[in-house]
């Protein structure tokens, strides 16, 4: 479960003051599918960052299943990153020299899993976005939604609790867009996989379980449980 | 660093210039000595003294080039005598005390001797000497086939001079080598001045290299921000981050060590003969500047990425993420 109480984060602009975050509280409970909708500026991706451990608040709490993350050190919070959270983004951020493959075998080395293990572990994740064939492809031969498949075979190659993702489908024809929600769906529900992400797409935000609108770092509407489907 | 050059006298059982001698064949045998190559000058000599008219003259037989390479010192008016010829050269004290000057001829014992060349003074017993042929001032002395001495001159910086000695008098029985530390001092001093100014260009080298690294290592952290916010976002700490620049640098030094390396032993032996006048082989060339240069680059190379890894391993993740 994630919580965020008053979480708040301000940047510094010269003399100005910009609430990326202005008093967030949030709780998101394990196996849910979280759509985070809102213009642009309205502190998305910033919410998205703060959970995954990547960016300190100024100010509030954020706890992942009771664990209060920004008191840990760097290198703790490094290692609780790899262990519970994935990350997929826009722009897929594939390693361009590496192929599929190897792209999803990165996370395994950070973890220090047993190097004879990489192979097997990172072609069943590859498996599980429907991309086996495609392994020994580097990310310029493949078309943008296998590029993202293989984006959210390294993001849950670790067996995360919990997928984070940064407008999924922005970079996405519609059918190919919907493909990738698809899957996320299905992970979340086969997997039990926690998926937050944020999006522009009212149509794609409607079919999670939980809707959260903001605006200027504030969270203005919360559908939650509306759409839950089981529990 | 300082290759040392020596040279050494042969005299065969006691040094009683003139009546006990060596057989000019001797001279062809050092060089079957372990550290034949570096021998650098070999030069067979006989001594003796003539009558003429009422004083006694030191003759010295020689070969011209030995002997002019062995004492580069000496200069000379004219030029040297030729292998065989009935000429001669005469030390500076022996031209003003027989008022001979280039173009006259001497005769002693019945010989004409053309003068080709006047020695400018040296303060050493070369003033008062005759400079004959080898073979003329055998004939002249009525020695053939013999020397009085064979002057060996070597370079080498591994070998001391006692060491080549001890091999010539292994090498020719009854032979005695003394070693006579002088000759080509001058020399010497010009491959020590040369060592010395190459260890300084080298230091030089070092310091600008590791300035090179540590901008390219930089330049490399900045290109790749977006990969290591990549990186950062799927878990990676600051030791991963250290890690592998740490480890970029290390295989770019070894590439570069080992670049330097073959390229500095292929120059010595191409560039060796053109400066300093001494023949290097690959096969002589002592083994233990490979590891050390090796290592020297990799250690300069770490060194220079620990600053790059460091401001690697500082990157805001989220701000990466947005660079484009």
């Known amino acids: 479960m994630i919580v965020m109480k008053d979480v708040t984060k301000i940047y510094e602009m010269g003399s100005a003051q910009i609430f990326a975050l202005n008093g967030v509280n949030l709780e998101v409970e394990d196996g849910d599918f979280l759509a985070v909708m809102g213009p642009s500026g309205s502190g998305k991706s910033t919410l998205l960052y703060t959970i995954g451990t990547l960016l300190t608040p100024t100010k509030g709490n954020v706890t992942i299943n009771g664990k209060s993350i920004y008191k840990m050190k760097p290198r703790q919070r490094a290692k609780f990153r790899r262990e519970n959270i994935g990350f997929i983004f826009q722009t897929f951020e594939l390693i361009p020299y590496l192929t599929a493959l190897e792209n999803v075998m990165l996370p395994l080395y950070l973890s220090g899993v047993a190097i004879s293990k990489h192979e097997d572990i990172a072609k069943e994740a590859l498996r599980k976005v429907g991309l086996a064939h495609r392994a020994l492809h580097k990310p310029t031969e493949l078309s943008g939604g296998e590029q993202q498949r293989v984006s959210i075979a390294r993001g849950i190659v670790n067996n995360p609790r919990i997928l984070l993702a940064d407008e999924p489908t922005g970079n996405l024809d519609q059918k190919t867009g919907k493909e990738i929600i698809q899957l996320l769906h299905k992970l979340n529900d086969r997997d039990e996989l926690t998926v937050i992400m944020v999006t522009h797409d009212p149509e794609k935000a409607c079919l999670s379980n939980m809707v959260l609108q903001m605006i200027d770092g504030r969270v203005v509407e919360d ?9 | 660093m300082t290759p040392r050059s020596e040279s050494i006298s042969v005299p065969y059982g006691s040094v009683v210039v003139g009546n006990v001698t060596i057989p000019e064949s001797f001279q062809e045998k050092i ?38 390479e062995l004492k ?72 053939p086939g013999v020397v009085s001495v064979i002057d060996v001159g070597a370079i080498c910086k591994d070998c001391p001079v006692e060491v080549i000695s001890q091999q ?26 040369t060592a010395n100014f190459s260890l300084l260009l080298a230091s030089i080298i070092l310091v600008v290299g ?12 900045h290109e790749r921000i977006k990969e290591i916010g990549i990186f950062m976002s799927l878990g990676a700490d600051s030791i991963h981050l250290y890690k592998i620049f740490i480890l970029e640098s290390l295989i770019l030094g070894l590439i570069g060590g080992l670049i330097g390396c073959f390229v500095g032993l292929a120059s010595s032996v191409l560039v060796g003969p053109l400066f300093m006048n001494m023949m290097i082989s690959f096969l002589e060339l002592p083994l233990y500047p490979i590891p050390l240069s090796i290592a020297l680059s990799v250690v300069a190379s770490l060194t220079a990425s620990l600053y790059p890894a460091w401001r690697a391993s500082k990157i805001d993740p989220v701000q990466a993420l947005r660079t484009v």
């Open chain 1, 223 to 231: 559908e939650q449980r509306t759409y839950r489907k089981r529990r």
């Open chain 2, 31 to 68: 060089y079957t000595i372990p550290n034949r190559r570096n021998l650098r000058t070999v030069s067979p000599k006989i001594y003796g003294q003539v009558e003429y008219g009422n004083s006694n003259l030191l003759v010295v037989g020689m070969i011209s080039e030995q002997e002019a």
């Open chain 2, 72 to 143: 580069k010192w000496w200069n000379v008016e004219g030029s040297l005598p030729q292998n065989d010829a009935n000429q001669v050269l005469l030390g500076s004290a022996v031209a003003s005390f027989l008022r001979l000057s280039v173009g006259s001829t001497i005769t002693i014992n019945g010989m004409a001797l053309t003068v080709v060349g006047i020695l400018s003074e040296t303060g050493s017993v070369d003033d008062y000497s005759l400079f004959l042929p080898l073979h003329t001032a055998q004939r002249l002395l009525n020695q």
């Open chain 2, 168 to 193: 010539i008098m292994n090498a020719l029985p009854g032979v005695k080598a003394t070693p006579v530390k002088q000759a080509v001092e001058t020399r010497m001093e010009a491959v020590e001045q």
């Open chain 2, 210 to 221: 590791c300035a090179g690294v540590m901008n390219t290592m930089l330049a490399s952290v």
